[in-house]
T-cell receptor, first 115, second 109 residues
Framework: DSGVTQTPKHLITATGQRVTLRCSPR?????VYWYQQSLDQGLQFLIQ???????AKGNILERFSAQQFPDLHSELNLSSLELGDSALYFC??????????????FGPGTRLTVL | GQQVMQIPQYQHVQEGEDFTTYCNSS?????IQWYKQRPGGHPVFLIQ?????EVKKQKRLTFQFGEAKKNSSLHITATQTTDVGTYFC?????????FGTGTSLTVIP
């Protein structure tokens, strides 16, 4: 158990819909990262937040957005869902996120299925 | 843009054989991290290398960072069925990590 929690574990929805994925980082970690992992694919970095502020942006679609709240939990919003958005979405947290030397602790992931 | 490639994409070995995965970056990295993801699981941090030419060992696993800090390797000696999973490297540069494409290891008993 990494100490990072993600809800829900599974999500099944239809094309065109909007969903919200939730992540609570490890106690004391200030930075949250979101990744997308499609079937048999690597980890695609989406976005990073540090202490409530956006720190780095990866291959995140305009239909996707994220935020980190004062209590440091984070939400990833996916809208106008398409079939290709079906994937495993991981959240990871690290202590500072200020440098790339931080160890990232991954949550169990949310499996999104778009029908 | 920044790319981190790993080879091979898949590897099947007999239990007891050695295994190596290679990670290559198009640009110089500040550090490299390795993660393991068991089937159905999430990535778990294994180790970090920072210095040019650095070599670290964890039991049967040997990690190496290239002299130019553009490549890295993970070698497993005498694989066991517990080694099954996907191994990812993650290169650090600036404030970002760039995850490699991963190598999926299957160990045949």
């Amino acid at each position: 158990d990494s100490g990072v929690t993600q809800t829900p574990k599974h999500l099944i929805t239809a094309t065109g819909q909007r969903v919200t994925l939730r992540c609570s980082p490890r106690s004391g970690d200030l930075s949250v990262y979101w990744y997308q992992q499609s079937l048999d694919q690597g980890l695609q970095f989406l976005i990073q937040y540090y202490n409530g502020e956006e720190r780095a942006k990866g291959n995140i679609l305009e239909r996707f957005s994220a935020q980190q709240f004062p209590d440091l939990h984070s939400e990833l919003n996916l809208s106008s869902l398409e079939l290709g958005d079906s994937a495993l979405y991981f959240c990871a947290s690290s202590v500072t996120g200020g440098a790339s030397t931080d160890t990232q602790y991954f949550g169990p992931g949310t499996r999104l299925t778009v029908l | 843009g920044q790319q981190v490639m790993q080879i091979p994409q898949y590897q099947h070995v007999q239990e007891g054989e050695d295994f190596t995965t290679y990670c290559n970056s198009s640009t110089t990295l500040s550090n490299i991290q390795w993660y393991k993801q068991r089937p159905g699981g999430h990535p778990v941090f294994l180790i970090q290398l920072v210095k040019s030419g650095e070599v670290k060992k964890q039991k049967r696993l040997t990690f190496q960072f290239g002299e130019a800090k553009k490549n890295s390797s993970l070698h497993i000696t005498a694989t066991q069925t517990t080694d099954v999973g996907t191994y990812f490297c993650a290169g650090g540069r600036g404030n970002q990590f760039y995850f490699g494409t991963g190598t999926s290891l299957t160990v045949i008993p």
